[in-house]
Structures are given as structure tokens and as C-alpha cells.
Nanobody
Framework: QVELVESGGGLVQAGGSLRLSCAAS????????MAWFRQVTGKEREFVAG????????DYTDSVKGRFTIRRDLGKNSMYLQMNSLKPEDTAVYYC????????????????????WGQGTQVTVSS
């Protein structure tokens, strides 16, 4: 009965912005570590951004630092990925994920550390 539902993907011009949302049901996000991954056909799933269960530690892959921001809204039981200054190489399917197994004050970049996943939302950045 746990479900993560993603939204906010779409087609944008290079340099534009997009905000991805991930809404949870059947789980309370306050107890979970959260992360965003992305995947391009033929490539491995890539860690993008993560937020610790404690809510005070973030981690970003180098290619998105300074451009992307991960955050959560516990009142709405949702998490978000704000993406600014988008580049064509950001084009991918983006997945949200949540985990109870990651330590409280830790962010994991390993996809197998996450128990729950959304179905993915397509982000396409045109040049």
C-alpha cells in the first residue's frame, strides 16, 4: 500500500527551470531518507540528490551542485527537486526514492539502499 507518485516533468529549453514533486501515501516521510535518481536508456541509474532522515543533511552529485535543490514538505508528505539552469545532459527519467535503512544523519548514493520508488517522470531539455 506504499506508493510514491511523481509529477512535474516535461520539456524545457536549456537554461530553464523545472520542479519535480513526489507525493507519498502509506508512509510518513518524516521517518525516511529521501533521494532523486535519474536514468538514461542504456546507462546505469545515477544518484542526483539526497536528504537525510533527520532533514538537515543534503548531498548532490557534482554535475548538479549549485543548480538543483532537494527539499521536503512534511505537512504535505511530499518531497521536491527544484532544477534550475537546466542543460541538455540533464535529460533523463527522474525517480524519487525513500528509505528507512539509511542511518538518521546520512545520505546514501546507492540505489539498493532505497525501499520505495516512484514510477519516474520524464525530463527533456532542448538546446
Amino acid at each position: 500500500q506504499v506508493e510514491l507518485v511523481e509529477s512535474g516533468g516535461g520539456l524545457v529549453q536549456a537554461g530553464g527551470s523545472l520542479r519535480l514533486s513526489c507525493a507519498a501515501s502509506g508512509v510518513t516521510f518524516s521517518a525516511y531518507a529521501m533521494a532523486w535518481f535519474r536514468q538514461v536508456t542504456g546507462k546505469e541509474r545515477e544518484f542526483v540528490a539526497g536528504l537525510s532522515r533527520s532533514g538537515d543533511i543534503t548531498d548532490y552529485t557534482d554535475s548538479v551542485k549549485g543548480r538543483f535543490t532537494i527539499r521536503r514538505d512534511l505537512g504535505k508528505n511530499s518531497m521536491y527537486l527544484q532544477m534550475n539552469s537546466l542543460k541538455p545532459e540533464d535529460t533523463a527519467v527522474y525517480y524519487c526514492a525513500a528509505s528507512l535503512t539509511v542511518y538518521l544523519h546520512q545520505v546514501s548514493r546507492r540505489h539498493d539502499a532505497y525501499d520505495y520508488w516512484g514510477q519516474g517522470t520524464q525530463v527533456t531539455v532542448s538546446s
